[in-house]
């Protein structure tokens, strides 16, 4: 057997724009007979067109060679025709004239008659004698195609050089075209280099099948030799028990890389960080201030300081403000104290929209900090008077119509608090008629609890706890019970903050998720516990941050604890990426208890504060997936089916509410404001 193609040792290198480089190839070595087909598969971007670009001479390798007939290829040439996936033809051009265009170009040396005899050959051999008076844009996908293998053929390269020819055309056309190019190439004893992803295409057409590793540094992995008889017939080869070993070789073969690869990505996000240095010079501001309120919740943030993936991705100096409440952090954004801050879920769209008179802040929020974590606890008084859940609760409330039932919130736009109103409304119980609702810091409420000044609150941990163990209260329901999952702490950043430095915005949430990867794994909990303890972040003693955090969760001190594995929940189920369909129920939610209108253009709203973009940049630099399906109902304790798609018709359907405002929030640079105002009262 005759060597035609001698690829020698080659390296591909390219250099990037930041000063490194990119080893594509590493090392490929391969002899490619005369005759011989071979097809080079392995998964997109490990390296298949750069290889067959280099055979092609449209690119050169950076270390050794590719010789061809006992000469080195440094340019393109008619001796090495390319069939690409997009047939390339020219569209001013028939069939016949794209196939004479080169033959006419490279035969110069054959008298016009026996060229016109070539091309008229071509255009039977691929079947398009009906054709060939048509333009690229009168024929199909395969028709496009058979031109750009006559045109290649026709010249009578010594390689036909195939770069996953067949893979923008339907199954049917597809086997077609594989069974005609095989016949051709037996015919005329062409040597062909096919890139395919399509093992069952690999294995009908080639010799030989090169199957190449994961990039950077790709390299050949494996090789399998394809036995099957000539000329084959499709049905011959996919009956032969040897079929199935075969096409098992390969699959496991790509499994394997695809495994390798998602390995591989871990370690080089890990790699890419040493550099802090360098990271630095990667974002526009390496000082960010960024703002929260001490509580469990706060861990990702403290976790990515303490910790270095601040650091890691350039971020030097983040300064870390605790602010008593949550107000205090809204207005740290508003007047620019602050650059970006832990916010309760539904903090960036109500500080959007602008509430309780205040000039609206437009805030960007691009990720979820930590998802459940709250429990509404009631007074050791109901416990003592049998109360144990939300309808003893209702029967208590009528029986002392003439005594005040106030509960605690932290902020009228929690997701905390949205729920408790939710719950309150669900069991009867109307949460502006029949009781009063006050703000107050969670340890006031706790304090105010024990005095027996409110009967209820809701909070994160630790203030459910706190209660519990001095028996000054007993938790009827932690929000695990009333809808699993839901976003409770999201990272908000003004919007100005974000259109200016776009770079650290995605360092910044890139340390961050990595930090809420740290704060699931239940082994570095103990850490993080002692971390959150300290005077400078929650003050708290140890002890009390444990309950629902790494121990077992105490309901009252009648109730033996349980343990909660997601009620802390930072990064599992892709809980870091923010869902619109839980702003939706957000918006439906605030205009219900009349916080906020119900935006009649909350479409573009949630376009502009869920930036679904920039996430998913961060989580692909993570090798992460970048989004999750967000038109899934959502489904509440109650059995209510929530449909993101449809807010308008959920309101018409809530009973216990607020008058109910529906109007167009003006979305002009740089800040939003009102215009037209139309009222609509819900029955
Ligand atoms: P495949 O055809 O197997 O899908 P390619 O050969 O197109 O993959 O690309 C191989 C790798 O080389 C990819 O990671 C790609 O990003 C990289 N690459 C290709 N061209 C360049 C270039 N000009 N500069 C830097 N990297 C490149
Ligand atoms: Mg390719």
Redesign the pocket.
Known sequence: MTILVDIDHID?I???KNGGE?V?LRNVDLKINQGEFVSLI??????????L?IIAGFEQASIGGVVLSGKLITAPGPDRMMVFQNYSLLPWLTVRQNIALAVNKVMTDLPAEERKEIIEKHIDLVGLRAAAEKRPSQLSGGMKQRTAIARALAIRPQVLLL?EPFGALDALTRGNLQEQLMAICEEYKTTCVM?THDVDEALLLSDRVIM?TN??E?HIGQILNVEFTRPRKRMEVVNDPKYYVNRGEIITFLNQQKRDKRRKRKVEVEKMAVPAIAAVRLVEKSVVTLGYVPTTDAAPLIVAKEKGFFAKYGLTQVELIADSSWQTIADGLANQRLDCAQLLAGMPLAMTIGVDRRRPTPIVTAMVLARNGNAITLSKKLYDDGVRDLQGLKEAIEATPELPHSFGLVDNVSMGSLLTRYWLASGGIDPDQDISLSLMSSAEMKNQLSKGFIDGYLASEPWNSAAVKDNTGFVVATDLEIWDGHQNKVLGVRENWAQENPKTHVALIKALIEACEYCDDRRNREEIVQMLARPDYLNLPAAQLRPGFIEPFQRSQDQAPELLLRFNQYYVEQSTCPRRSEAVWILTQMARWGITPFPKNWVELLERVYSREIYGKAARELGLQDGVDDHTLVKLFDGVLFNPDDPLSYLDSVTIHREICIEEIAIDEPVLKRTSRSLKTAA
């Open positions: 591909k390219y250099p990037l990119y594509a392995g998964h997109s971007g490990c390296g298949k067109s750069t290889l670009n770069d890139v190449l990039g950077p790709a």
